[in-house]
C-alpha cells in the first residue's frame, strides 16, 4: 500500500510560479512511477505530467509542456511539480498518482494510487 500526500497548492495570479510536492509513503517508492493529474470543476480528471521510476523520463501534457517540470527524489521519497507562467485555466485540484508500469499519458489510464490532491487557483 503506498500513500501520497500532496501540498504547495494555493492562490496565485497569472503569471507567477508555484512548486507541488507529493510525499510517499512506501519504501517502495523508487519502485513506482509518478505523475501529476489535475480536475477543474465539471471537467474530467486529465493528465498533467509524469516521470519514471529513476527520474529520467518525463511526459508532458500539451497544454504545459515549456512551463511545468517534474521531477523526484527518490531518497525523500517525493515527487515535485515546478509551475511557472501559470494561467487562469491551470486551476484546479491537483492530484499525485502512482504506478508499477507508467509511461507516457496513454499508460496512465487507472494509476495503483491516488493521492487526496491540493488546490491550485490561478487568479487573472
Known amino acids: 500500500q503506498v500513500q501520497l500526500v500532496e501540498s504547495g497548492g494555493g492562490l496565485v495570479q497569472a503569471g507567477d510560479s508555484l512548486t507541488l510536492s507529493c510525499v510517499a509513503s512506501?519504501?517502495?517508492?523508487?519502485?513506482?512511477?509518478m505523475a501529476w493529474f489535475r480536475q477543474a470543476p465539471g471537467t474530467a480528471r486529465e493528465f498533467v505530467a509524469a516521470v519514471g521510476w529513476r527520474g529520467r523520463r518525463t511526459y508532458y501534457a500539451d497544454s504545459v509542456k515549456g512551463r511545468f517540470t517534474i521531477t523526484r527524489d527518490n531518497a525523500k521519497i517525493t515527487v515535485y511539480l515546478q509551475m511557472n507562467d501559470l494561467k487562469p485555466e491551470d486551476t484546479g485540484v491537483y492530484y499525485c498518482?502512482?504506478?508499477?508500469?507508467?509511461?507516457?499519458?496513454?499508460?496512465?489510464?487507472?494509476?495503483?494510487?491516488w493521492g487526496q490532491g491540493t488546490q491550485v487557483t490561478v487568479s487573472s
Open positions: 512506501a519504501p517502495t517508492f523508487s519502485s513506482y512511477a
Open positions: 498518482a502512482a504506478d508499477i508500469a507508467g509511461g507516457d499519458q496513454s499508460a496512465w489510464v487507472q494509476p495503483d494510487y
